[in-house]
């Protein structure tokens, strides 16, 4: 089960896509946007009484398709006694980048960034095989083609030579299969 | 088990698939070159609120886009701290986050986040790693939002992280550039 959401950072005049799965936090929500989901706050009206609790289950509080409101806290000074390092997003790893999070030890979610949209993915570790990718409701230009394999509620499986390279690659190797609708197969 | 079957399954028809990624895209980082406006009398408010008390404090600024280029520092936003001491400040999320709300409603960014320092000199008005880890978090997430540090006697510093490319205008009387984004205010009250 999954819910569409927007994703307002509110002061920014943008809006993203997201989604929640059953069980997600909003820390969770705000990692698979490539951002620190401890120091961004989430809710459902733009006022201080709708704020989720990072750690909550934001599941059940939204409805798909509701636009949730974002914003972090400033901080400025020298918090005395407490290191922060500063870290580069160019020092990240390519999937933290992309927007995508690691969810579980052997699961990652993001979205897959392509010509026809966005879509929501998954890439699972499988001990001894390699990664499995996952994208849902793909788009109907290649949906049909051989290497997309349903495997329930909206889920399809990217079918790929090589299964055993890094999660950025296989990111973009969906992102390639979905851009040249399968002609570059 | 569903999805280990299939991808089992998908192993044996792997003919089907395959390909090679040609081409990585390089992330460079962006680099805006944007112009932020704004008056001297604006600057100068900031600085009489900031320096009120003698703990750190901040203040927003919020305004709009004017050209592809421009920004201009319309209006100073209060928020409450949730903490505050000598030489810390941390905005409070609830307040904050109304205060932010309701730019993005009014069509209005963030563009500025001003905030005092203790001491005196243009040395003073040097941004903290701290500074620079909050700006960095605003702007990894698309924010056009520069910071900016007061000293106690009026030097007011513009930075980024990630050394984004910016300029900082100031329109009015009362104030001397002396360097890039480095400022003094003259007619401190």
């Known amino acids: 089960m999954l819910k569409q959401v927007k994703i307002i950072l509110a002061g920014s005049g ?59 806290d400033p901080e400025f000074g020298s918090r005395v006694g407490v290191v922060t390092p ?27 960034k392509t010509e026809l949209g ?23 230009k290649v949906k049909n083609h051989p290497c997309f394999e349903p495997v329930g509620n909206g889920w399809y499986r990217g079918n790929f030579e090589n299964t055993k390279v890094s999660i950025g690659e296989a990111i973009l190797a ?4 979905i851009n040249t609708k399968g002609e570059r197969l | 088990m569903k999805r280990i079957l299939s991808f089992m399954k998908g192993r044996l028809k792997s003919w089907l698939g395959f390909f090679r990624i040609f081409n990585r895209p390089q992330l460079m980082p962006t680099e805006a070159g944007m112009t932020y406006v704004m008056s001297s009398l604006l600057l100068s408010h900031c600085y009489d609120y900031l320096n009120k008390s003698d703990a750190e404090s901040l ?11 421009t920004l201009v520092l319309d209006r100073l936003v209060q928020v409450e701290m949730a903490q505050q001491s000598w030489g810390y400040v941390n905005a409070e999320t609830g307040s904050s986050h109304e205060s932010l709300v309701k730019m993005e409603k009014f069509g209005q960014k963030l563009l500025a986040l ?5 001491g005196d000199g243009e040395g003073a008005a040097f941004p903290s790693s ?52 480095t400022f003094k205010l003259t007619a401190v009250s």
């Open chain 1, 14 to 72: 943008k809006v993203l896509d997201g989604f929640v799965t059953e069980s997600d936090t909003p820390a969770a929500l705000i990692e698979r946007l490539g951002l620190d989901g401890q120091e961004w706050h989430l809710s459902t009206d733009g006022t201080s009484k709708s704020l989720i609790p990072s750690n909550q289950d934001i599941f059940p509080r939204v409805q798909d398709g509701e636009a949730l409101w974002a914003t972090s």
């Open chain 1, 86 to 112: 500063t870290r580069s997003l160019y020092q990240l790893p390519f999937f933290q980048r992309e927007g995508w999070a690691k969810v579980k030890p052997n699961l990652y979610r993001g979205y897959y």
């Open chain 1, 118 to 140: 966005n879509f929501p993915g998954e890439i699972e570790i499988i001990p001894g095989w390699g990664h499995a990718a996952f994208i849902h409701s793909p788009p109907q």
């Open chain 1, 174 to 177: 969906m992102e390639l299969l």
């Open chain 2, 59 to 69: 203040l927003y600024a919020s305004g709009f886009e004017l050209s592809e280029d």
């Open chain 2, 114 to 118: 001003f905030h005092i320092h203790p």
């Open chain 2, 130 to 181: 701290l500074d620079l880890t909050t700006m960095e978090r605003f702007e990894r997430a698309g924010y056009v939002t520069i910071g900016a540090v007061f000293s106690r006697d009026g030097w007011v510093q513009f930075f980024s992280a990630n050394h984004k490319k910016f300029n900082a205008r100031v329109f009015g009387n009362g104030v001397e550039q002396h360097g890039d984004k």
